[in-house]
C-alpha cells in the first residue's frame, strides 16, 4: 500500500507540475475572478487526471494503442476550447476595465458558476490523449517500482489512483491560491488588466504552439 500511495503522489505530481497552458489558465481565473473560481477550475484538472489514472489502471494497455492515432485531432480540439476560452477572457478583461473607467457604461459580464468552471476545466483535460498514456505507461510499464499496482491488485490500484487525484489537486489547488494572491496585489483597474491580458495571452500562444505542432 505504502508502495501505491508513493507511486500515484509522484505520478500525480509528474503530470500536475509541468506548467502549460491548464496551469496559466488556472492562474488567470483565480487572479482575475475569484480564489472560488480558481478552486473549480483546479478540481475540475484533477478530476480528469484521476479519472485518466483509473483508466489507465483498469484498461492502460488496450487503451493507450487506440488514443494514439487520434492524439493528433484531440490535441487540435484543445487547441482550439483554448483559443476560444482566451478570446472570451481577454474581451471580458477589456469590457472589464472599461467598465472600472466608466462606471456609467455596461456592465462587466457576470463571471461563469463554479460548476461551470469546473465542467470546462474537466472537460478541456479530458482532451488531452497524452495523460492516459502517461498513466498507462506508469502503471502498465512498471515505471512506478517493484510496488506498482497492476490491473489485479484492487487495494493498491485504487489508492494509487486516489493518491494521484490528491497530488494533482494538491498541486492545481496551489496554483489557483498562486493566483488569487496575485489577485491581492494587483487590486487596482490597471493591475486587473494587466493580470487579464498577460495570462489570457500566454493561454493563446500555448495553444497556438499546440496547434502548430501538427
Known amino acids: 500500500m505504502t508502495d ?32 472560488a473560481r480558481g478552486m473549480a477550475a483546479a478540481l475540475g484538472v484533477a478530476t480528469a487526471d484521476g479519472l485518466y489514472a483509473l483508466l489507465a489502471l483498469i484498461g492502460g494497455a488496450t487503451l493507450a494503442p487506440l488514443l494514439e492515432p487520434a492524439a493528433g485531432a484531440l490535441e487540435l480540439a484543445a487547441a ?3 483559443v476560444l476560452l482566451a478570446a472570451h477572457g481577454l474581451r471580458a478583461t477589456l469590457r472589464t476595465h472599461r467598465a472600472d473607467r466608466d462606471p456609467a457604461g455596461p456592465p462587466p459580464p457576470a463571471p461563469a458558476s463554479p460548476w461551470r468552471t469546473y465542467a470546462s476545466l474537466l472537460g478541456l483535460t ?15 510499464g512498471g515505471r512506478t517500482g517493484p510496488g506498482s499496482p497492476g490491473p489485479g ?31 491581492r496585489l494587483l487590486t487596482g483597474p490597471r ?6 491580458l498577460t ?16
Do not use: D, K
Open 4 to 35: 501505491a500511495l508513493l507511486s500515484g503522489l509522484l505520478a500525480g505530481y509528474g503530470i500536475a507540475v509541468p506548467v502549460g497552458a491548464i496551469s496559466v489558465l488556472i492562474v488567470t481565473l483565480a487572479s482575475r475572478v475569484s480564489l
Open 153 to 183: 491488485s484492487l487495494g493498491p490500484g485504487l489508492v494509487f489512483v486516489l493518491a494521484a487525484f490528491a497530488a494533482s489537486a494538491s498541486w492545481q489547488a496551489l496554483l489557483a491560491t498562486g493566483g488569487a494572491l496575485l489577485r
Open 126 to 140: 479530458l482532451l488531452n490523449p497524452l495523460t492516459v498514456v502517461y498513466f498507462g505507461a506508469l502503471v502498465l
Open 191 to 196: 493591475g486587473r488588466l494587466l493580470t487579464g
Open 80 to 82: 482550439a476550447v483554448l
Open 199 to 214: 495570462g489570457n495571452l500566454v493561454v493563446l500562444a500555448l495553444a497556438l504552439r499546440l496547434a502548430l505542432r501538427h
